[in-house]
């Protein structure tokens, strides 16, 4: 036989407060939920009021920790559309700013170019005397011969995969004596000057294919070498320059892309026209570079001369490449 079912009966009951109505009331009430105001809401046992204190304080904290969170997260939506709208602006500067191969030209020199005594054409370059003033007028008196100098009957030095390199005028002998006798001076400062604006103010691959450039710094030159000198019964310290600086007159024509040369050269004009010319150049046979060999290496690394000569050897070309005749049209 089965026993008397139990009817359960729980035992809590919960009783709503009735609202205070006089202030003195209002003023009695605890901000905080205490223990107290839950007794009076609710008849509840030690335990079931311990996990309900309990549960409470949980909410509570989460609600107080997830808050700056929430803010944050407010933030940073209300962020969003200004970044958005930023973004075109940023997009079309980064377009523009690389931009700066196209620059106006204002003068066009010629270069009248042999191989091996057969003439192959003529190369036309226009000179961006706006943006590199400097630059452009040292190369438009070096093609006139307004400095006393020119590069006629001067030949290209180096032919590379991307680039063609034109061995300049001397800083020594006969035309140093020119260049004095005419007040022209052959110093890179003013260039450098330039080379520095213009990398400021267009980043990117600045020697692009058809570029004529101005070397006018050598990036790999080591700084000065520190040494006692006596003067005057007194010891000072002195710099010892190792190398010596280019004298800005030699050049280069890229081919391609030419990012190795945006350390040393200032980009003063563009081929107009005879880019074919510049083509045949590059295919000139040359010397092959020999800077893997280990006894070039060891050579190199003690400071043996002769390793620095044969360095000067590497991608020289067998036959000859000159400059028959240049000028300004």
């Known amino acids: 036989m089965l026993k008397n079912p139990k009817v359960y ?33 609710c008849k509840l046992s030690r335990r079931k009021l311990a996990i309900f204190g309990n549960s409470s304080l949980l ?18 939506e209300e962020s969003m559309p200004d970044a958005k709208e930023n973004d075109p602006q940023d997009e079309n500067n980064a377009r523009t700013r690389p931009a700066c191969t196209n620059k106006t030209t204002t003068t066009r020199a010629f270069l009248d170019i042999s191989i091996d005594g057969e003439p192959v054409g003529r190369i036309v370059v226009g000179l961006y005397g706006e943006d590199v003033p400097a ?16 590069y006629r009957r001067k030949e290209f ?28 001076n052959l110093a890179a400062e003013s260039l450098v ?40 019964g007194k010891l000072v310290i002195d710099q010892e320059e190792i190398g ?4 800005g007159t ?25 880019m074919e010319v510049v083509e045949m150049i590059g295919q000139v046979k040359t010397v092959q570079e020999n800077t893997k060999s280990p006894y070039f290496r060891a050579a190199k690394l003690i ?14 070309p067998y036959s000859k490449v000159v400059v028959t005749n240049c000028g300004l049209q």
């Open 193 to 232: 000057d330039e080379w520095e604006r213009e990398n400021e103010t267009c980043p990117g691959i600045k020697n692009l294919p058809g570029t004529v450039s101005i070397i006018v710094r050598d990036p790999s030159k080591p700084p000065p070498k520190l040494k006692l000198v006596a003067r005057q």
């Open 135 to 150: 630059g452009a007028a040292r190369f438009s008196n070096l093609v006139s011969g307004a400095a006393g100098i020119s």
């Open 250 to 274: 030699e050049f280069v024509i890229a081919t391609k892309d030419s990012p190795e040369l945006d350390a040393s050269s200032l980009v003063v004009g563009r081929v107009l026209e005879g």
């Open 9 to 41: 009966q729980p035992s809590v009951e919960f009783h709503l407060p009735t609202p205070p109505t006089h202030p003195s009331q209002i003023q009695n009430i605890p901000s905080s939920p205490s223990s107290a105001i839950i007794k009076q809401c």
């Open 59 to 76: 909410l509570l904290l989460g609600s107080q920790t997830l808050e700056p969170f929430n803010i944050s997260k407010a933030k940073a």
């Open 244 to 247: 010596t600086d280019p004298n």
């Open 303 to 316: 400071g043996d001369k002769r390793a620095v000569v044969a360095e000067r050897g590497f991608n020289r």
């Open 157 to 184: 030095i180096k032919i590379m995969p991307n680039y063609v390199q034109h061995g300049g005028v001397r800083s020594y002998g006969v035309d140093a004596d020119l260049a004095q006798r005419t007040g022209s």
